[in-house]
Structures are given as structure tokens and as C-alpha cells.
């Protein structure tokens, strides 16, 4: 897993440990209160531009995915991960890095708790084999199931993703590009690598069929 | 696959002959069918079984240490390979409740399953640890010495003093201890599924069923730390 840098331990030279405790409590409060009112909801705003007004995701030029009720450690590592470069995408990367720790979280909490119906579209005649290799796997190809550590109903975990309700074209796009796209580093390696076998592994339509699966969940 | 018995007509001769030449005419078939059958491997082949290994490292972890999928997905290395095998079987035959692991096992050939519960048993990462440490004392204590006063005999008895299983017990040393937690609590839920065809799961199901979920948890945490 990698190693989240945790931004709070900095504290300015020159101060007390003390004195910078109780100046970064009445800051973070400072700020989680105009962060609620003001900041945030522009920043949210922001957001939904692009992955929609619920956050349900939309198909601009390219698919951009829902974000919404997104695990909070998967959005927290995806926006590391393209500050870092680990994942390539520019304007993710213009989006990311000017975003402070606690915006990340607060963005990634409210993400989390919206629940827009799917958007759908994808062929429906592709559902069921999805299902089967989604619940299943397909042990003679070596394709682990998915339910594995997505979860039955693609829910995800921590830093696991959600995949329910996710653009049947943005799942696609991943799977079939994902050593293009993630992992960049070598010299730091991430937690993209889990996947890398599995997309490696699964041809063009059962990505499609699992694509168009995931796609309709709720 | 075998090749296909005919069975001999009782009518008449006419139909007897037919059928004869018929059976001659598969039975030729059936050994170009066994002859290609030999030309297989008895053993499942390197490339193979480093393919189906690494399919069951995207879920069991890295050197097979375990992971925190949806679900915590159990270590593997360092396991017991009668147990493996044992518990491949149980799958297979529902009488372990897993679908995950029906459709891995029911896949396998005897020859893989050889292969690959030697792998298995000889990779050795670190554990993948987590749980809480304070917990550790009172795990050893039970672990070594077991419950008397709840009947709970010390698990070192038959998995061994460091945990590392032996022949059909299983290795503990290192398991996740969530995953350990799980399996105790609901032992009897996915273990021993078919009454018609009890199995080595019952020697555990009075010990599962006597143990408190606190005591679960301290043992679990003990174990999940050992080397």
C-alpha cells in the first residue's frame, strides 16, 4: 500500500509544540467553517462541472467517472496519485495539486455520501456474462472475481473503489488502458499494480461485458 | 475425457454386426483419443502454474500474504499443503461455503493442485499484520495453554507451539487476524456443510462455538503477528 504523507504532523520552526497545537486547532476549525459555507461549495461546484451534478459522472470528450458515493481512501489515493504523476491525466493534475489535505478529505466525505441513480446507457444484452465474471471470475482464463475485493454489489472498501453506477465508457477506457495510465512511477509503486494482472488478463469483451454490468448497479 | 462405451444391441444379428463394426469404428477413436491423452503431461506445466499462481495472488496478496479485499482474503503462504488441499476439496464439494472459491477450485486439475500447494508452502513473506497489539498477551495465553475452565484445549496441541500447523492442521502463524476472527465466529456457518458428508471441520466447531469474541480477537491478534 503506499504511504500516505500525512500533512498535519508539519509544524512551523520557532513555536512550541504547544503553542502550534492550539494555533492549528483554531485554524483547521477556522478553516472546516469557511470551508463549509464557502470554499468547499465552490470547489464542489467546481467539481460537478465536469462529473456532473451529483456527481454522477458525465460523457464530455472523454468519460468522466462518478464520483459519487466513492470510497474516500480510493478518491484521496487517485488525487495523490495524479499530483504525483503515478497516474497520468493533466487536468486531474491542474485539479489536484492545488488542493489542500483538508479539502481532499472534505471533497472525498461529501462525494461519498451522494447517491444519484446510475446514469446507464450501456447494451443490456452484455449484463448477464458480466454478472458471471463479475460474481465468479473466470478461473480457466485466471480472471479473479471481482466481488473478491470490490464486494457483491461493487460497493468497494477503504481504498478499494466503488464500481457500481460507474460510465459503462470510463470503465472500458480504464481496464483496457490501465498500464498506460496508472503506476507511472516505477520507482514508487502503488497500489495500481493489484490490478494489473486482472486487466491484463480480461479480454475486450469481457471488459465490455463487465463494464456494462457495473454500469447499471446501484 | 474417456472414450465412449458402446453398448452391445441384444436384437438381431444384423443390428449386432452394425453395432460391432460401430464399436470398432469409436473404439479406434477412442484410443486416438487416449493416445493424444498421453501425450499430455501428467503434471500441470511450469508456465502454467506460475500463471494459476499468480491469478491467486490478485486476491490472496503478494507472496500469497493474504489481503483486505471486501472481505479479508486469507494468508497462503507458508500453509499446511494437506490442508490446502483439504480445504480446495471442501470447496469443490460445497461442503465449505464459498463461491468465490467453488468456481477457483472446481477448475483445478489434481496435477495443478499438487503444484500448487508446494508453492504455497514454501513462500514465506512477512505477516501482513494490523491488529491490535495489546491483545497479545492475552492471545499467547490462550493460544499456549488453552481454556481449561471453558473446556477450550490449547490450540498449540494441535497446531503446534509455533502455530505453523502440521498435515492436515493448519498453519496459523501469520494469518490475518481479521480473517481469523471471521472464520471462528462463523465456523459452523461455512464448515462442515454437507451432514451426510462430515469432515475434519467438526474437530474444530466445540472449540469455535465454546471461545468468546473477545477471546477470538486476542488469540487472532497473537497469531497474526507470529513468523
Known sequence: MILVRDWRRRTPKGLGLQTTIVAAVFVIAGHANAMETTALQAKIGYCQDCHGSSAQ????????????????????????????????NNIMFNVAHTLSPAMISALAAHFRDLNPPPIGGAPRELVAAGEKIFQDGVPDAN????????????SGTGQIPRLAGQLYPYVIKELMNWGKERGQNPTVPDTSAIMSPVAHSLSRSQIEAVAAYVSYLK | ??????????????????????????????????????????????????????????????????????YPIPRLAGQQP??????LQAFVEHRRTNNI??????????????????????????????????????????FDEGIP???????????????????PFPRLAGQLNDYTISKLVNWTKERGQNPASPDTSAIMAPIAHSLTKPQIEAVAAYLSYLE
Open chain 2, 101 to 142: 472459491m467453488f468456481n477457483v477450485g472446481h477448475d483445478l486439475s489434481p496435477a495443478m493442485i499438487t503444484a500448487l500447494v508446494t508453492d504455497f508452502h514454501e513462500l514465506n513473506p512477512k505477516p501482513l499484520g494490523g491488529a491490535p497489539k495489546d491483545l497479545i498477551p492475552v492471545g499467547k495465553k490462550i
Open chain 1, 57 to 88: 459522472g458525465y460523457r464530455g470528450y472523454l468519460p468522466i467517472p462518478r464520483l459519487a458515493g466513492q470510497q474516500t481512501g480510493y478518491i484521496e489515493n487517485q488525487l495523490r496519485a495524479f499530483i504525483e504523476h503515478r497516474r497520468t
Open chain 2, 82 to 87: 494437506q490442508y490446502l488441499e483439504n480445504q
Open chain 1, 143 to 154: 480472471i479473479a472475481a471481482c466481488a473478491a475485493c470490490h464486494g457483491p454489489q461493487a
Open chain 2, 1 to 70: 475425457m474417456e472414450a465412449r462405451q458402446i453398448k452391445n444391441s441384444a436384437h438381431g444379428a444384423t443390428t449386432r454386426t452394425v453395432a460391432q463394426l460401430g464399436f470398432a469404428l469409436l473404439l479406434s477413436f477412442g484410443i486416438g483419443v487416449a493416445h493424444a491423452q498421453d501425450t499430455h503431461p501428467a503434471s500441470a506445466s511450469a508456465k502454467d502454474v506460475q500463471a494459476k499462481l499468480a491469478y491467486c495472488e490478485v486476491c490472496h496478496g503478494v507472496s500469497a500474504q493474504g489481503f483486505r479485499g471486501y
Open chain 2, 149 to 167: 475452565a471453558a473446556n477450550v484445549p490449547a490450540c498449540s496441541s494441535c497446531h503446534g507451539p509455533d502455530g505453523k500447523g502440521n498435515g
